[in-house]
């Protein structure tokens, strides 16, 4: 219908206009949490707070769930999404293992060895 | 009549930055990155600029996301550190020069650039890092004012490659025509290789970045020749970064004297690469 | 292929709103502006397209005074009547259409323009009183779907008019690969001449105004030749909106029929100016 | 020292980037009258309202005394300051009446009779 010629690449999220539109709230309400009011309020009531930000039920679930793939598939944005897992005390390479089915230290090793060159 | 003495490329990843302020940089993991950087940073000790200009782009940390500018402008007096969520980078905040960032908001939209003016603004790491890969102990102040120019890279269709390249060749005319400072040093930033999310997080390209390391400085024109999806595809989906690299080149002259170039992985999920340019003539 | 059917070009002034919220266009000092407005209204009425872009400014209540972008362009599935202080307008909020939104992003952004996208945004009466004098009594809903496209007029340097003008352009070369809808029509909104501030406020030039009128139908170019200074200096301080009149314009064909149009001092502080245009071939 | 080409027309005020600059404070005050709350505020002690938003000693002489021209003069944008003026009940014809020496119905016949057209 529309020329959009975003690219599809397998394994690749690329964070556009439809996908930005699907995770506003979620990405909203990854956003407040830079403030520690904010994040005290979220840790008190994790779903009352999504629903604060009118999250859909399955943002929500991905939220409550920690399933990060998930997050991804709902229009969450990697750089919104960190400020959460910098919350739970987890480094961009842990979300690397999770994205790759990879632990934290084989994606580590990955990395120290050259970076995945062949995906 | 000003001068662009300087072009520093470098990656703005915010680990670099976490490992200076940690003073982890003499670790094993670590030393070789900084190493790395070494000579060009004593180059650059020895040509300090009366001002700087630094292309970077916000994560998700100084704008709001309902509002995201193709290239803005700041014009403030001075910037703060931003506080991404656990306390800002021990770091100094950083001094503007509003009299410069007038005059080539003027030029550039006078040369067709449809600029966004921050009128104020939080930097984040993309714009700290740079610095501190720059000048590793600034103790108060940073070696001399900073302007920054914003590009967005996060959310498609990110600014072409070719565009950037304008903004930057309409930069270098804006400054060559100002006369309140001598000498200015640009910094690009942002790259080399590397995607943060998906399965294909982890994604290094290290012919990708070293075929771009030599043509940055010797064929620019070629690179900004790339599509949105060629740098997705060959970089990674964060690697588009590397548009910034080319506002910086832009700005410089056809020729170039290549000073030092680095190339180190990891740095955190990133390749990090570093290549400083004299723009002096002769 | 989408078809811009026609382009209605109208001042913004708050108080045509505040005369339509309150039922006193009757009144003797409104009723010849609005008595202007009938033709074009009752032709408007037969010829609602499936979606309309608005070309407006904000006037200091949906952006904050931090971030000025040259160029914006909404892609919400609705706006908000913005609270400019005292209650928002009786009028419906604005229902968008994010999918052509994203295109003309595309569109535009691969032409070279340097758009600030805008995921949420309120519309202020910049906005909203364009829509009025459309369509006075929208009841639930405006008549179709409304895009606003954003331009800053008020912070010097504003886009220049030829800019403006190579905007529309492009943005009927976006509209024309558009596949998703059938009819558009455009709004280019602000003007005429008029300045609110100093000791020339109050001023009005209705032979330039007339010239305006005039010229955006047969010869835009000429229009889009003007300097910023012209603007300001032929049409008042504020008067310099009417390059939002040539982003309309430049998405109709070279040739168009003028419906009706209409010019009436005073509305406010304002000259009232109204255009329309019907873009169909033949 | 800079281009800058900004036009220097008389009795016009331009709003460029160094007045701007200089307006900032007092125009983001000016900004924040949009809420209630805030006005409700602003009327309970106008100074210390003012020193909140750290406007300079000559702007809060400005807006407590509502001298409008110097309003201008230090930086104010009039979109700005009108947000100040509808809360005191006056309108863009009262403005216009001071900027240009006149009173509101002076201004507003001058208007009728077809807006100053040899300024
Ligand atoms: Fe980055
Ligand atoms: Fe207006």
């Keep these: 219908m529309s020329s959009q010629i975003r690219p599809d690449l397998p394994g690749t999220y690329v964070f556009d206009g439809p996908t930005s539109r699907r995770g506003h709230a979620m990405n909203r309400m990854f956003m407040s949490l830079r403030a520690e009011q904010a994040r005290a309020e979220f840790r008190g009531d994790e779903a009352a707070y999504c ?34 897992a910098l919350m739970d005390g987890h480094s961009m390479q842990y979300l690397g293992g999770v994205f790759t089915g990879m632990s934290e230290a084989e994606f580590q090793a990955a990395m120290l060895a050259g970076g995945r060159t062949d995906v | 009549m000003s001068e662009v003495i300087w072009g520093l490329a470098t990656s703005h990843v915010p680990s670099i930055g976490a490992a200076m302020d940690r003073e982890k940089t003499a670790d094993p993991v670590w030393a070789p990155l900084f190493e790395g950087y070494r000579p060009a940073r004593e180059w650059l000790a020895g040509h300090t600029p009366d001002v700087a200009i630094l292309v970077y782009n916000d994560h998700a940390n100084g704008v709001d996301l309902d509002v995201v500018p193709t290239f803005a402008l700041g014009t403030a007096e001075s910037y703060r550190v931003a506080d991404e969520g656990f306390g800002r980078r021990p770091v100094p905040d950083v001094t ?18 449809d600029l966004t003016v921050f009128q104020e603004l939080d930097v984040d790491h993309g714009f700290t890092v740079p610095l501190s890969v720059w000048t590793p102990d600034p103790g108060e102040a940073w070696p001399c004012p900073v302007i920054p120019i914003m590009v967005n890279v996060i959310r498609y269709p990110q600014p072409t490659a070719a565009r950037c390249y304008a903004l930057g060749q309409a930069l270098g005319r804006a400054i060559a025509s100002y006369d309140g400072v001598r000498t200015v040093g640009i910094l690009g930033t942002g790259g080399m290789s590397h995607q943060l999310a998906g399965a294909r997080a982890g994604f290094i390209n290290s012919s990708f970045d070293h075929m771009f390391l030599e043509q940055i400085a010797r064929d620019p024109a070629k690179l900004a020749a790339l599509t949105r999806e060629q740098y997705i595809r060959e970089a990674g989906s964060e690697g588009i970064e590397l548009i910034m690299w080319l ?10 004297r290549t000073v030092h170039t680095a190339y180190h992985v990891p740095a955190s999920n990133t390749a990090a690469g570093l290549a400083l340019f004299d723009n002096r003539p002769g």
């Design chain 2, 247 to 256: 506002v910086m080149r832009g700005a410089l002259n056809a020729q170039v």
């Design chain 2, 96 to 113: 503007g020069d509003p009299e410069l960032s007038f005059h080539l908001l003027q030029s550039l939209m006078d040369e067709g650039f």
């Design chain 1, 51 to 84: 629903h604060r930000f009118a999250l859909t039920g399955d943002q929500t679930g991905a939220v409550l769930e920690r399933e990060w793939q998930a997050m991804l598939d709902l229009g969450g944005s990697i750089f919104y999404m960190y400020k959460l």
